[in-house]
């Protein structure tokens, strides 16, 4: 018995394919000669075998310690940008962290963890390394108020999906998204841009949108994704003139009829798909009918991934969930039968599965059960409204009150405000049952959105 | 416009949304006799609030919810500026 041969990244990278790159805003790397460098100072073979932390400020460097780190590494624990620092020795704990890639090497000179190596550019030369294990892929979950949850990954089952899409058509693809590469979503389209044999253009949180965009233009992007949210924003920003790629996909958030209609209408001729994933089930599947919602046939077994509906709730099995939770304490991740109950509730509606929010987003209106992202997507059907956000109030008659924030359109005009407020609410009447109805719209500026790319949807107002 | 014109608009205008047909509002009306329900209420006192910036029924811990449209009114007018 021989074992499985193990892939990790490096074997996903070659020199034959030239003009290969990953960029940010301030450096672009080329990916051609990357196995022969190091940003890791040459130190790989010291965390052979080691549980690493990577704890970066930027996600070029992260990328660059990825494919160092997968195959050497036992395991790799993803830091994302927003992870607060209080919940850091928790999760070194949990993950059982004996040592760590930075670059504030001071900050963890009394850490107690012996080994610091400090992730540097420009890369330097080094012998390629060859793959040695498969190497645990750690990500945090985002969106809890606590410590977040450790979720464990191989790198297969991460780039299941990818593998089972199979190669992209015609040239090689320019991969950018508006996630950041530490967080699921950001870092399939990163695995897909080194699978794939294309290049990857990073985002940068200090960058305005419209920067953002004219350098996705001068990179050549030809793939991007992002939340509803963000593509809301890039919608809103007036930026996505000129910009054309060949294809737009939206993920980590419901998209609703409107923000796909708007991005048809915005890229007139590129594929517009929506995919379902999350760290914990993995990728699930893709729609690319340009509807919202998917076809009630995808339940069952479908290209190795298993979908049911149980309490309304979607539960999912397939090689790509993630494989456990990580951590002392750590619940189960799948049920008896192997199943991720993802929390996202939907409703058959004729021959489809629509979304309707997630089962910890509920609010309770005088008693009943809303989800606030089905009354958005009414909202959101006007065809002056660009984004909003329903929340309940506190009311000293029914306990609580439906009220929605609303962002309309660019220079819509001032005069016709009222009667678009008119227009929503008979629309919300005609469509929703009348406890669902906004009780109260008010016309606001902006919207937060968290760092994951996410609409806020706890704040103090 | 005056507290009690502002209240009178928005009752009318949540009758017209929520197609209650409303009697002659007079002071003696029982709220009951309105047609409004607790939702519509609800809906009366939120954008009150919005727009007079103030919940008379909040504020006062022993407020009793009014009787009549009469009581209603005078909830809010009575609220110190």
Redesign the interface.
């Known amino acids: 018995m021989s074992p499985r041969e193990i892939f990790a990244l490096r074997d996903h990278l070659g020199a034959e394919l030239k003009v290969r790159t990953i960029s940010d805003a301030q450096h672009v790397v080329s990916l051609t000669d990357i196995l022969s460098q190091t940003v890791l100072g040459g130190r790989l073979s010291e965390l052979s075998g080691r549980s690493v932390l990577l704890k970066l400020s930027d996600q070029l460097r992260s990328g660059l310690a990825m494919i160092e780190l997968d195959g050497i590494a036992r395991r790799m624990l993803l830091c994302p940008p927003d992870l607060n620092p209080a919940h850091l020795d928790a999760l070194i704990a949990d993950a059982g962290i004996d040592a760590v890639v930075t670059d504030e090497a001071g900050r963890w000179a009394n850490s107690g963890i012996s080994l610091v190596v400090t992730a540097q550019l420009p890369l330097e030369a080094t012998a390629p390394a060859k793959t040695e294990r498969a190497t645990e892929w750690l990500m945090l979950t985002s969106g809890t108020s606590g410590v977040p949850k450790i979720v464990g990954h191989t790198l297969e089952a991460l780039t299941g999906a990818i593998v089972a899409e199979g190669p992209a058509r015609g040239s090689a693809p320019v991969w950018a998204t508006f996630y950041d590469i530490r967080r699921y979503g950001g870092l399939q389209i990163f695995l897909r841009a080194i699978l794939s044999g294309g290049s990857m253009v990073l985002s940068d949180p200090h960058e305005a949108l419209g920067d953002h965009v004219a350098r996705l233009k001068a990179r050549g992007v030809s793939h991007i994704s992002g939340t509803p949210s963000h593509w809301r924003k890039l919608l809103m920003s007036g930026s996505a003139a000129q910009f054309a790629p060949a294809y737009v996909r939206l993920s980590g958030e419901i998209a609703d009829q409107a923000v796909l209609d708007g991005l048809k209408a915005a890229f007139p001729n590129s594929s517009v798909g929506h995919a379902y994933a999350s760290t914990e089930a993995g990728v699930g599947f893709a729609v690319n009918d340009g509807l919202e919602g998917f076809p009630a046939d995808y339940l069952g077994n479908r290209n190795g991934v298993e979908m049911k509906v149980i309490d309304g709730s979607l539960r999912i099995r397939s090689t790509r969930t993630a494989h456990a939770y990580v951590g002392r304490s750590a619940a189960a991740l799948t049920d008896d039968d192997g199943f991720v109950d993802s929390g996202d509730i939907v409703e058959l509606r004729g021959d489809r599965y629509y979304f309707v929010g997630r089962r910890g987003g509920i609010i309770n209106i005088?008693g009943l059960k809303v989800h606030p992202e089905e009354i958005e997507a009414v909202i959101n059907r006007h065809p002056d409204v660009r984004m909003s956000r329903a929340k309940s109030?506190?009311?000293?008659?029914?306990g609580g009150?439906v009220?929605a924030d609303v962002i309309l359109a660019d220079g819509t005009d001032q005069a016709r405000v009222k009667e678009i407020r008119d227009q929503i609410?008979a629309q919300c009447?005609a469509q929703l049952a009348?406890?669902k109805v906004p009780?109260?719209i008010?016309f606001v500026e902006a919207l937060d959105v968290t760092p994951a790319g996410k609409l806020a949807r706890t704040d103090a107002s | 416009m005056s507290v009690r014109s502002k209240v009178i608009e928005a009752i009318r205008q949540i009758a017209k949304e929520q197609n209650v047909t409303l009697p002659e509002l007079s002071d003696d009306l029982s709220l009951h006799e309105t047609g409004f329900d607790s939702l519509a209420f609800a809906i009366l006192v939120a954008r009150l609030e919005d727009d007079t910036g103030v919940d008379p029924f909040t504020i006062s811990e022993d407020a009793a919810f009014p009787a009549t449209v009469g009581d209603f009114v005078r909830a809010y007018e009575n609220v110190p500026a």
């Open positions: 005088g109030r506190k009311s000293p008659i029914t009150i009220v609410l009447r009348s406890h009780a109260v008010r």
